[in-house]
């Protein structure tokens, strides 16, 4: 540990300006009777001599409140550059009515703080305290937090749990610590979090990087960040609460529908309260049924076997109802929330005061309740839930409190995430309904009279439920879903790929013409999504101008380099996850698309360039660069949740404003497009061109990206161009 020496002086360098600060250093002793012997060894406070800040003068004072007036008269009558002071560990619960008295909600940490800032010599220009996470975390002190911290322009910095070992035995690993200084000056907060895991090597950067931090006026560095904004009152003043990173997942939160708070489409509930001798009069009630956190199940169910009854009068607030979700407030961190489902069984059932009850408002439908009770669920909860709070002596557990969880982001389905929410209940039921129908002919034996009988049922409900079957495992083949739900632009290539027989270079051909038409239709998306969003790309004008100054045409390269900048731009990364085609920005970062795009492009180019002989294409060839086209279809499966429409005839009624259109879906490599028919409350609808339907059903339209073009003889699609 001794990395936090090199901290400390690094941090009294940089803020004095002295090569070698003089610092004193205020050290509790050992032995009070404040301290509780039945938890502690004698010994735990002693600060280890190797850890002490260079150049101290060491005061060892006495434990508890005594501590706090003893260390004013030690910076009265000393005049140095800095001061390090390790404040006494002693709950609220054990002080005295006089200190409450004169520092109100602060505990004995803040209130060592508050003083020694304030009665130190106007000389000593930076102040360092070692203290436990709750000091950064407790509710009680927010408020003195939000005004002190941006008064003294704070450094924050948080220690893995390494150092915490250096003080106290094993019974107390989990107290973890941070070290707070502070200036005289307003300013702004700086943030730095040590790693949990770090070699030597590692450690050694945390002192320039501190360094760095200290002089920046804004931005980052590796391990910390300067906080700008404001601190929030009700949530703790730390680095995970208020970094990018948390930020990020809060507006994450949007990619599943609109980002509330959970008090706005839910009640957050009390179960009951103990009866107070002086407002409630004796109206209590005792032996009323109760559950705890260990009757919420991991698996989502609440245990109503073992149901408690309670002894002491309380005021019962509130008993279940049917769907409720019941969280356990002290959760396991990295495992998140444990929410489980209320299903009553005729009796009133309250709460313990371990659980918290969320009741979901009616106006809620059903996709969006289990989209909500999904996400409480998710990591994605439990990294917010864990970045809200930081409880110092938990043993690796977290609580959730009901005032975070009422102002807590949670998600409100749109109709695009209903829409799948239905079709997979929608699914489930119909597989529920087969395997009933399987269970139901295996038993035809016992429910028919006859034995012919039994043998028709048996053979006939057999040959259902194999082409069930087959159609089920077909889906599973990366083969059929293109065939059967891409758009046909992209299908049909790819079924010349199929049928291109068994020369190897016609293959290959077959391949790079499939990847390059792959791509030529996502530049058209790209541009598509450019377009929606108001958003304008810069290698549009690039190939403009190209065009308008020499001859020649687009190639795969242009095509490339237009889904790339899509990928790249700052403008589209930023963009919400419920726009239409958002998956086109993060091809370049999710799965093998780019690589596999690259290869085939290259073999593409080679062959363009006469740089393949027919004769020199092996096996080995073309069966990787079939391996990369399926990296380049299975990155873009997204495709299947959008329709590729031409629209063939329009009637617009101008007063019920209702468009009715006939279309031609054009999905599948099947050349036979089903002719359909669907309405639209648009009048813009242009016959002959080509619409894509995105996953919220609105139409967005192609031309003069992509025409469609039919062969005048025989009125067969004829090409895409």
Same mark, same amino acid.
């Given at each position: 540990?001794?990395?936090?020496?090199?901290?400390?002086?690094?941090?009294?360098?940089?803020?004095?300006?002295?090569?070698?600060?003089? !610092?004193?250093?205020?050290?509790?002793?050992?032995?009070?009777?404040?301290?509780?012997?039945?938890?502690?060894?004698?010994? !735990?406070?002693?600060?280890?001599?190797?850890?002490?800040?260079?150049?101290?003068?060491?005061?060892?004072?006495?434990?508890?409140?005594?501590?706090?007036?003893?260390?004013?008269?030690?910076?009265?009558?000393?005049?140095?550059?800095?001061?390090?002071?390790?404040?006494?560990?002693?709950?609220?619960?054990?002080?005295?009515?006089?200190?409450?008295?004169?520092?109100?909600? &602060?505990?004995?940490?803040?209130?060592?703080?508050?003083?020694?800032?304030?009665?130190?010599?106007?000389?000593?220009?930076?102040?360092?305290?070692?203290?436990?996470?709750?000091?950064?975390?407790?509710?009680?002190?927010?408020?003195?937090?939000?005004?002190?911290?941006?008064?003294?322009?704070?450094?924050?910095?948080?220690?893995?749990?390494?150092?915490?070992?250096?003080?106290?035995?094993?019974?107390?690993?989990?107290?973890?610590?941070?070290?707070?200084?502070?200036?005289?000056?307003?300013?702004?907060?700086?943030?730095?979090?040590?790693?949990?895991?770090?070699? @030597?090597?590692?450690?050694?950067?945390?002192?320039?990087?501190?360094?760095?931090?200290?002089?920046?006026?804004?931005?980052?560095?590796?391990?910390?960040?300067?906080?700008?904004?404001?601190?929030?009152?009700?949530?703790?003043?730390?680095?995970?609460?208020?970094?990018?990173?948390?930020?990020?997942?809060?507006?994450?939160?949007?990619?599943?529908?609109?980002?509330?708070?959970?008090?706005?489409?839910?009640?957050?509930?009390?179960?009951?309260?103990?009866?107070?001798?002086?407002?409630?009069?004796?109206?209590?009630?005792?032996?009323?049924?109760?559950?705890? =956190?260990?009757?919420?199940?991991?698996?989502?169910?609440?245990?109503?076997?073992?149901?408690?009854?309670?002894?002491?009068?309380?005021?019962?607030?509130?008993?279940?109802?049917?769907?409720?979700?019941?969280?356990?407030?002290?959760?396991?961190?990295?495992?998140?929330?444990?929410?489980?489902?209320?299903?009553?069984?005729?009796?009133?059932?309250?709460?313990?005061?371990?659980?918290?009850?969320?009741?979901?408002?009616?106006?809620?439908?059903?996709?969006?309740?289990?989209?909500?009770?999904?996400? &409480?669920?998710?990591?994605?909860?439990?990294?917010?839930?864990?970045?809200?709070?930081?409880?110092?002596?938990?043993?690796?557990?977290?609580?959730?409190?009901?005032?975070?969880?009422?102002?807590?982001?949670?998600?409100?389905?749109?109709?695009?995430?209903?829409?799948?929410?239905?079709? &997979?209940?929608? @699914?489930?039921?119909?597989?529920? =309904?087969?395997?009933?129908?399987?269970?139901?002919?295996?038993?035809?034996?016992?429910?028919?009279?006859?034995?012919?009988?039994?043998?028709?049922?048996?053979?006939?409900?057999?040959?259902?439920?194999?082409?069930?079957?087959?159609?089920?495992?077909?889906?599973?083949?990366?083969?059929?879903?293109?065939?059967?739900?891409?758009?046909?632009?992209?299908?049909?290539?790819?079924?010349?790929?199929?049928?291109?027989?068994?020369?190897?270079?016609?293959?290959?051909?077959?391949?790079?013409?499939?990847?390059?038409?792959?791509?030529?239709?996502?530049?058209?998306?790209?541009?598509?999504?450019?377009?929606?969003?108001?958003?304008?790309?810069?290698?549009?004008?690039?190939?403009?101008?190209?065009?308008?100054?020499?001859?020649?045409?687009?190639?795969?390269?242009?095509?490339?380099?237009?889904?790339?900048? !899509?990928?790249?731009?700052?403008?589209?990364?930023?963009?919400?996850?419920?726009?239409?085609?958002?998956?086109?920005?993060?091809?370049?970062?999710?799965?093998?698309?780019?690589?596999?795009?690259?290869?085939?492009?290259?073999?593409?180019?080679?062959?363009?360039?006469?740089?393949?002989?027919?004769?020199?294409?092996?096996?080995?060839?073309?069966?990787?660069?079939?391996?990369?086209? !399926?990296?380049?279809?299975?990155?873009?499966?997204?495709?299947?949740?959008?329709?590729? &429409?031409?629209?063939?005839?329009?009637?617009?009624?101008?007063?019920?404003?209702?468009?009715?259109?006939?279309?031609?879906?054009?999905?599948?490599?099947? =050349?036979?497009?089903?002719?359909?028919?669907?309405?639209?409350?648009?009048?813009?609808?242009?016959?002959?061109?080509?619409?894509?339907?995105?996953?919220?059903?609105?139409?967005?339209?192609?031309?003069?990206?992509?025409?469609?073009?039919?062969?005048?003889?025989?009125?067969?699609?004829?090409?895409?161009?």
């Amino acid at each position: 540990m001794q990395y936090y020496r090199d901290i400390v002086d690094a941090v009294f360098k940089a803020l004095t300006e002295s090569a070698q600060p003089t !610092v004193l250093s205020l050290i509790p002793s050992v032995g009070d009777s404040d301290i509780d012997a039945s938890r502690l060894t004698h010994g !735990v406070f002693e600060f280890p001599a190797e850890l002490q800040p260079s150049n101290a003068q060491v005061h060892q004072l006495p434990e508890g409140e005594a501590f706090l007036d003893q260390a004013v008269s030690a910076v009265k009558q000393a005049k140095v550059d800095c001061i390090f002071a390790f404040p006494p560990f002693l709950g609220n619960a054990r002080l005295t009515t006089e200190f409450r008295r004169r520092f109100g909600s &602060l505990g004995i940490a803040e209130a060592v703080v508050n003083v020694l800032i304030e009665q130190s010599s106007v000389a000593t220009k930076a102040f360092a305290f070692l203290v436990p996470t709750q000091f950064l975390a407790s509710m009680r002190c927010g408020a003195w937090r939000k005004q002190f911290f941006p008064d003294h322009s704070a450094i924050v910095i948080e220690h893995d749990n390494g150092l915490s070992d250096a003080f106290f035995p094993s019974s107390m690993a989990s107290l973890r610590v941070c070290t707070v200084v502070f200036t005289r000056d307003p300013g702004p907060i700086r943030f730095f979090k040590l790693p949990e895991q770090a070699d @030597a090597d590692e450690r050694r950067k945390f002192v320039s990087d501190l360094q760095r931090l200290i002089q920046q006026p804004a931005g980052k560095t590796q391990f910390g960040y300067v906080q700008q904004g404001s601190l929030q009152e009700r949530y703790p003043t730390t680095f995970d609460f208020y970094s990018e990173e948390t930020k990020r997942l809060r507006e994450e939160v949007g990619n599943l529908g609109e980002r509330v708070q959970l008090g706005d489409v839910a009640d957050v509930l009390f179960g009951f309260r103990p009866c107070s001798p002086e407002l409630d009069a004796g109206n209590g009630i005792t032996d009323f049924l109760t559950i705890s =956190a260990r009757d919420i199940l991991p698996d989502g169910r609440v245990d109503l076997s073992e149901l408690r009854q309670h002894e002491r009068p309380a005021i019962v607030l509130h008993y279940l109802q049917e769907g409720d979700f019941c969280i356990r407030q002290i959760y396991s961190e990295g495992q998140g929330f444990v929410v489980g489902v209320f299903e009553g069984n005729g009796q009133q059932v309250t709460w313990s005061s371990n659980v918290i009850v969320v009741r979901p408002h009616a106006s809620l439908l059903p996709a969006q309740r289990q989209v909500l009770l999904s996400f &409480l669920r998710s990591p994605l909860a439990q990294r917010l839930g864990s970045a809200k709070q930081q409880l110092s002596s938990l043993g690796g557990h977290l609580r959730v409190s009901p005032h975070v969880l009422l102002e807590f982001p949670v998600p409100i389905a749109d109709k695009e995430i209903m829409t799948a929410m239905d079709h &997979l209940s929608e @699914a489930r039921a119909a597989l529920q =309904a087969w395997i009933a129908e399987i269970d139901d002919a295996a038993n035809a034996i016992v429910k028919e009279s006859t034995a012919s009988g039994s043998r028709k049922r048996i053979i006939e409900s057999g040959q259902l439920a194999r082409q069930r079957f087959r159609a089920g495992t077909q889906v599973e083949e990366l083969d059929y879903r293109i065939r059967t739900q891409f758009p046909h632009p992209v299908a049909y290539v790819w079924r010349e790929l199929q049928v291109s027989g068994p020369d190897r270079y016609h293959r290959l051909r077959a391949l790079t013409k499939a990847a390059e038409a792959h791509t030529c239709f996502l530049a058209q998306l790209s541009i598509l999504l450019s377009r929606a969003t108001d958003k304008p790309l810069s290698y549009i004008e690039s190939i403009a101008t190209r065009l308008r100054d020499r001859p020649g045409g687009t190639n795969f390269g242009d095509w490339f380099a237009i889904v790339k900048e !899509v990928n790249e731009s700052r403008a589209f990364r930023r963009l919400d996850g419920v726009v239409p085609l958002i998956e086109l920005t993060n091809l370049c970062t999710e799965g093998n698309w780019e690589p596999a795009i690259r290869a085939l492009m290259d073999l593409r180019n080679d062959d363009s360039h006469g740089r393949i002989a027919p004769t020199s294409v092996t096996e080995a060839m073309t069966q990787q660069a079939m391996i990369q086209l !399926v990296a380049v279809y299975q990155s873009t499966e997204f495709l299947t949740d959008y329709r590729l &429409l031409l629209i063939t005839e329009t009637k617009y009624d101008s007063i019920r404003q209702l468009n009715r259109f006939q279309y031609l879906d054009l999905t599948g490599d099947n =050349a036979l497009a089903l002719r359909r028919i669907d309405d639209s409350n648009r009048n813009d609808l242009e016959a002959g061109s080509l619409y894509l339907r995105d996953r919220q059903n609105t139409l967005h339209l192609m031309r003069p990206l992509l025409s469609y073009l039919e062969c005048p003889e025989c009125h067969q699609m004829s090409t895409f161009f």
